[in-house]
């Protein structure tokens, strides 16, 4: 009952202020006349009788303000009025409200929209149970690099291990589905059968697998997602016990995952089936398998490395080893977590400290842009004092203004970060993992108003602050002696304001040129008009090796026979495609003693011609050729790094070498190095050898074609052309080259895109800042320089005068900052490639275009400060 | 030597309106008069504090108040006890007759 009184009548006080006014006046008019009606009737005179009335109420005014000013509504009134003044002084400088609010959005929507991308990536644990207890374990390679494992290695881990409950190998999978509708390509995982125990996560229906399903000659089980159960089963609980057909081979489906599951190891995988490896298979040896494990409840990850380690350096009869896997060089093991965000890392923590570094220069601009406001407003304000404003009243008004313009800031900056976390995320290169858990969370936005409010609160108090002092001094308003008094503050900002735009514009040059070093970088092939696709020989009726082989070669004379069609060649591995599988090597008789040292080395088997379309020079001996067939002596050619590495000082044409468990290959070439995984990653050693020579193993292959024609054009003619020998088999991932290329700088071009936005960000709040620094104190000092002018001193010394009032800051800002900039690149050493954290380009570069900027930055105000006519300041006055 | 203190003792300002409004609705001024009267002149209630009170008690939901036309044509505001108020008229009585007894008791206790 009261509360609605106290709300239905608030609310009508502030619906119909004049109204309440009204009333307020007539209930203390009535009060008066009654009053003087009353001293009347005891006998006063009207003259005394009011006076006696008037002295009875007091102050008439002030009776009916304390009336008026009753209730809650009274409060938002004042609030209200303290905005309303706010946003009329704000309007009156548009240039000083749009430059804050544009700095205030641009540092806090930045920071927000880096928070909400990079925490959750960085910092939010994976969607399994006990996720800390899920490791990677990689075998370690030749230069210290994680690599995949073998079968084995891992058959011998499970056995001997006692630091992991589950231990699981698992690879890509991409089976082509037929039935009743037409056949899809689908994304999946050969796995062994305790994977889905190490993530901790059961299917929703049916059952997990079992070891029994993961045996050489075990039937074919199939786990589906749920995304692929409703979307090619109409979610039937009844397809538990049902066959289906995957690339010509019948499997169970024994169980269907939780709709929840996120597999965050293969995002697009849809289904699992068992690996069915047997230890005595040649692929049981081959480094083409990731490892995860689940730690026993109570193990760290330390006890378990020590324990793979003991495993690692301790081979027993059991379990004999080979010599590209004897694991001599340890496991290495990681948190899952780690190992996910492992490449992203680095650019991921340079993106925080990017949004850092803005936050901090937009408060440093911001302040800076208050205080010279401020400066500007002295007189206004003393002006209020000794009109008797006093200091809480003054100190509310300059903390309401700061608010407001923090709370308008605020909302643009949370504007822009909803748009910034979009982009980001648009831009953002596939293999950013856990791309999934990015976007705008509750608590980020939290983050960005609390932040809002501390920015308002902390730059509201330095004016209030100064206006108080002000208070004290009041009756002498309009001094100008005291607007020298924030000049060492404000020259400070600057100097910061310099520094960390140098810092920031360094990170980003430095990044800059490491993407030129790395786009100029020769992938070793010509990717100009070539295209890519895979294509494969999947279902029983290529079981047999030789039909097989009479297909793809039926594919190329297909391909060939297309017009526009250059050449055409077959592959089993394409540069830089990202799934390449490393074999071990064994040179006999050995060159050197430690040729395990050596490491693996990819394995090419290739079609006759490959060289020749891939444009790999030829360096020594002679290329592969038609010749090289089944019946013919089995041979090899190897890179440059192959030869220098393996075959030291001897000439390595007619060498033997075995890749892998085959038979001896002879030398007969030796080609230019490939990048292979990466352009910026040294070149591993490549061995070639032709299809016809490879034996069976080769049934998914990639097509390349060279054509003088549109490359973009052609994908499809190809495309027709693969289906007119077999219509039934999948063709995937077309690609040109060039795209290839372009993709394996993704990731650093993607840091470069966000550098270079903060960069011009930085940038531009700097030169905004020294330019409002700077022309502020001209227009405060414009009395000064009459006064100079009027003494004689030339337009150009007052032009130097005011450069060299900006520009001192700014060279101690550049000193500053280059101290900085030398101690922040140093993190940045991963991310660059070709240049150095010190390099004197990029410094020099970044030196000199701040200077520029600042130079610009004073020259106005300065030719403004010396065209400054003698008297008009006096007339100011 | 100093005037006898007239200040109503604070807090009991809401008790004497809510008590002088009991017996029959009447105006600010008609409310400070008779409050003055009944007590023989022993409280003078302050005009502003009694306005702003009677709008505070009316917001409470204690009183209604109305606006009639005076005979000089002037827009007056009269206040009635609301079913509320009686209450709270009970409650505080109840209260400060306690309160009273209490203090009468420690001022007659002797040693």
């Known amino acids: 009952m009261s509360l609605w009184r106290q709300v239905t009548r608030g609310l009508r006080g502030l619906a119909d202020r004049s109204r309440a006014d009204q009333d307020a006046e007539d209930e203390v008019g009535h009060y008066l006349e009654q009053a003087t009606a009353d001293h009347l009737a005891r006998g006063l005179s009207p003259e005394a009788a009011r006076r006696a009335a008037r002295l009875e109420l007091g102050s008439v005014a002030a009776a009916t303000e304390e009336l008026r000013s009753y209730g809650w509504e009274r409060a938002v009134d004042a609030v209200a009025a303290d905005l309303r003044h706010a946003a009329r002084r704000l309007r009156m400088e548009p240039g000083f409200t749009v430059v804050t609010i544009l700095t205030l959005a641009l540092g806090i929507g930045a920071s927000t929209a880096i928070m909400s991308a990079v925490g959750p990536i960085l910092f939010r644990s994976l969607p399994y149970p006990d996720a800390n207890r899920i490791m990677a374990v990689w075998d370690v390679g030749s230069e210290g690099l994680p690599v995949e494992t073998t079968f084995n290695t891992h058959r011998e881990l499970r056995a001997r291990t006692t630091a992991f409950d589950a231990l699981a190998v698992f690879r890509p999978w991409q089976p082509t589905l037929t039935g009743s509708r037409e056949p899809e390509q689908l994304e999946g995982q050969r796995v062994s059968w305790e994977f889905l125990r190490v993530l901790g996560v059961l299917p929703a229906l049916g059952r997990d697998f079992d070891a029994t399903d993961d045996r050489g000659g075990a039937a074919g089980v199939v786990v589906l997602s749920d995304g692929l159960w409703r979307r090619r089963f109409g979610a039937d609980p009844a397809i538990i016990g049902r066959s289906v057909t995957l690339s010509d081979e019948s499997y169970l489906v024994v169980g269907v995952m939780p709709r929840q599951f996120e597999n965050v190891l293969a995002p697009a995988a849809e289904l699992w089936t068992p690996l069915r490896y047997e230890p005595g298979e040649g692929r049981a040896w081959g480094h083409h398998l990731r490892m995860i494990g689940r730690l026993r409840p109570g193990e760290s990850r330390d006890g378990a490395a020590r324990d793979l380690a003991a495993i690692a350096g301790n081979p027993v009869p059991d379990f004999p080893r080979v010599a590209w896997a004897a694991l001599d060089r340890g496991l290495s093991v990681t948190s899952l977590h780690e190992d996910l965000t492992r490449a992203a890392r680095p650019a991921l923590l340079a993106l925080l400290g990017a949004a850092t570094l803005l936050l901090v220069i937009a408060c440093v601009n911001v302040a800076n842009l208050l205080l010279a406001r401020h400066a500007r407003r002295r007189d206004e304000f003393a002006l209020r004092a000794t009109l008797g404003a006093g200091a809480g009243r003054l100190l509310r008004q300059a903390v309401t203004e700061s608010l407001f313009l923090a709370g308008l800031g605020g909302a643009a900056g949370i504007a822009l970060a909803v748009l910034g976390v979009r982009v980001l995320i648009a831009l953002s290169p596939p293999e950013l993992p856990r791309l999934s858990v990015v976007g705008l969370d509750t608590s980020v936005l939290v983050f960005a108003i609390g932040l809002t409010v501390l920015v308002g609160l902390v730059l509201g108090v330095i004016p209030a602050r100064a206006a108080a002092r002000m208070d004290a001094g009041g009756s002498r308003p309009a001094t100008r002696h005291v607007v020298r008094s924030a000049g060492p503050a404000r020259a400070l900002l600057i100097v910061a304001q310099v520094a960390l735009a140098l810092v920031l514009l360094v990170c980003s040059g430095l990044l800059l040129r490491s993407m030129q070093r790395l786009l100029r970088m020769e992938p070793g092939f010509d990717a100009d008009r070539r295209l890519a696709m895979q294509i494969r020989a999947s279902g029983v009726r290529y079981a047999d090796p030789d039909a097989a082989r009479r297909y793809f070669g039926n594919v190329l004379e297909a391909v060939r026979s297309v017009p526009g069609v250059a050449a055409a060649t077959l592959t089993s591995q394409l540069p830089l495609s990202g799934d390449l599988a490393l074999y071990g090597v064994r040179i006999d008789p050995p060159v050197r003693d430690d040729q395990g040292e050596a490491g693996g080395t990819f394995r090419y088997a290739v079609s006759p011609g490959y060289f020749e379309a891939m444009g790999i020079p030829l360096r020594q001996g002679r290329l592969l050729d038609t010749g090289d067939r089944t019946d013919g002596v089995p041979v090899a050619v190897v890179s440059e790094s192959f030869a220098r590495r393996r075959l030291p000082n001897v000439d390595p044409l007619g060498r033997q070498v075995s890749i892998g468990d085959s038979e001896p290959f002879t030398i007969v070439g030796v080609v230019g190095d490939v990048r292979q995984v990466s352009l910026a990653l040294s070149e591993t050693d490549a061995a070639y050898i032709t299809l016809d020579q490879g034996g069976s193993r080769d049934l998914t292959l990639s097509l390349i074609v060279r054509t003088d024609g549109n490359v973009s054009a052609l994908a499809d003619r190809v495309r027709q052309a693969v289906w007119s020998v077999d219509k039934d088999q999948p063709v995937v991932r077309v690609a040109t080259m060039e795209s290839l290329l372009s993709a394996s700088g993704a990731e650093r071009r993607f840091a470069l895109v966000v550098f270079q936005a903060f960069a011009l960000a930085a940038l531009t709040l700097a030169a905004a800042g020294l330019y409002g620094m700077l022309s502020g104190s001209v227009a405060e000092r414009t009395r000064e320089i009459g006064v100079r002018a009027a003494l004689g001193a030339s337009p150009f010394r007052i032009l130097a005068l005011i450069v060299r009032q900006g520009m001192t800051p700014t060279v101690v800002g550049i000193g500053a900052g280059l101290v900085g900039a030398a101690l922040t690149t140093r993190a940045l050493t991963t991310m660059l490639f070709g240049t150095s954290p010190l390099d004197p380009a990029t410094f020099l570069a970044v030196v000199a275009l701040l200077l520029v900027v600042a130079l610009v930055a004073c020259a106005v105000p300065a030719w403004r400060a010396a065209r400054v006519h003698p008297a008009s300041p006096l007339r100011a006055e | ?111």
């Open chain 2, 1 to 111: 030597m100093t005037e006898p203190n007239t200040d109503v003792i604070q807090g009991t300002l809401d008790m004497l309106i809510l008590k002088t409004l009991s017996l029959t609705p009447m105006h600010g001024f008609g409310i400070a008069r008779r409050i003055e009267q009944i007590s023989r002149s022993v409280f003078k209630v302050n005009p502003g504090s009694l306005l702003v009170a009677l709008q505070r008690l009316e917001r409470a939901g204690w009183l209604d108040a109305e606006w009639r036309r005076t005979d000089h044509g002037r827009r007056a505001r009269f206040y009635s006890l609301t079913r509320a108020g009686h209450k709270q008229l009970d409650l505080e009585t109840a209260d400060w007759t306690r309160r009273v007894s209490a203090v009468a008791r420690l001022l007659k206790a002797e040693g």
